[in-house]
């Protein structure tokens, strides 16, 4: 919770707010609480905002196709403002914008010399905006596109992919590692090994389900999530590639294969059983073209949908929450009150009662609620 926020609540409900506290210290064992992932789990949910690249494309500041942000170096104030907007919206998190920053995807742009200190840009800005706000600073890995398992080189270079990245993000200082977006459960223990490897910090490990049912190894998604807690993951699940409706299902039988926290971070899309993944989609009003990525402001996800994402995970006891590419604050701000919590942005959340025509307050004029039909 931001430091203001938490003021806010503490002067509003003195009592509870230091039970609350006072539980999250003993889960911590006395390890700083704000920046302790589980023991804020431990305590309920944590919201995590991602998708930062679709946002930044939509803004008008990365290039939708490679999806590198270039824009770390180009504008690093809207990177800030980015973080800073989800924190507002509800989100417990920020997660340093290091996804495709590794060494592939530099090297597809042409900008492989960049590659340390563009993640340095990225972790500098994420931990700026989590030591003001009083959230959690997480590092990212994420899927390298390279990893081929017949492939020993590349398996290798997946391996140092991982470890630089881990490097420079343990040397920021963060409190815990996403590891997001894999296809492969062979991708994601190369992941979470080299987070064990040079860190000590928790480690939030999720695959992204394409059409298949099955991840690229052949497994089911609980079968990969029941492998990675084995291999020491503290949080596993789903992020990514599906909306609520197609990820839910799956996050179920997660539930049941783990017993470590559950993660469930959809993109905020309506995917369909046909289309489950949000580059299946296709829009039938545009000679049924592939709506990825650019086309599917149509298959948007409204703020109520998201409402009740998050209830029904709560309920099942997945705690580790949030929304993918294609989020916006807004959607934040909906998983959040969906849980039962008043965010800073909640103050503007919706009032229609002094609507012009919906209106129900005593001052709206009648001669304008009369033509609410009409209008
Ligand atoms: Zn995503």
């Not at 539980?23 to 949910?45: F, M, P, T, Y």
């Not at 995807?105 to 492989?112: A, D, Q, S």
């Not at 340095?120 to 931990?127: E, F, G, V």
């Not at 990245?165 to 815990?176: K, P, R, T």
């Amino acid at each position: 919770m931001p430091v203001k926020a938490k003021k806010q609540a503490k002067s509003a409900k003195p009592q509870r707010a230091r039970v609350r506290v006072k539980q999250v210290k003993r889960a911590s064992k006395g390890r700083d609480v704000e920046r302790d992932l589980l023991g804020r789990l431990k305590a309920g949910a944590v919201i995590c905002a991602e998708g930062y690249v679709f946002e930044l494309e939509r803004r008008g500041y990365l290039q939708a196709g490679a999806f590198v942000p270039e824009v770390l170096f180009e504008h690093p104030e809207v990177v800030e403002q980015l973080h800073l907007d989800f924190v507002h919206a509800g989100s417990d998190v920020t997660e340093a914008l290091t996804y495709y920053v590794h060494r592939e995807k530099l090297r597809v742009i042409g900008r492989e010399k960049d590659l340390v200190p563009m993640n340095r840009a990225a972790l500098a800005i994420a931990r700026k905006v989590a030591r003001s706000t009083g959230t959690l600073f997480a590092g990212d890995l994420c899927n390298t596109n390279i990893y081929d398992p017949h492939d020993a080189q590349a398996i290798k270079e997946v391996e140092r992919i991982f470890d630089e990245q881990v490097g420079w993000a343990v040397e920021a200082g963060v409190d815990y590692f996403v590891a997001e977006t894999f296809a492969w459960v062979g991708e994601a223990e190369l992941a979470l090994k080299a987070i064990k490897r040079h860190s000590r910090v928790p480690a939030v490990v999720t695959f992204a389900m394409h059409q298949e049912a099955i991840l690229r190894d052949g497994l089911t998604p609980a079968e990969g999530c029941r492998r990675l807690e084995q291999a020491g993951a503290d949080v596993v699940g789903l992020n990514c590639h599906r909306g609520p409706a197609t990820m839910m299902p799956m996050i179920r039988d997660i539930r049941q294969a783990v017993k470590c926290h559950v993660a469930a971070l959809p993109v905020p899309y309506r995917t369909t059983t046909q289309q489950p993944s949000f580059m299946s989609l296709t829009d039938a009003c545009c000679n049924n073209q592939r709506a990825f990525p650019v086309g599917l402001d149509p298959f948007v996800a409204t703020r109520a949908e998201i409402f009740d994402f998050g209830r029904e995970a709560l309920a099942l006891d997945v705690r580790y929450l949030g929304v993918c590419c294609g989020a916006g604050p807004h959607h934040i701000r909906a998983l959040a009150e969906g849980i039962g919590r008043h965010p800073p942005a909640s103050r503007y959340s919706a009032d229609m009662s002094k609507h012009a025509f919906f209106g129900t307050d005593k001052m709206i004029r009648r001669i304008q609620t009369e033509y609410r039909d009409k209008a």
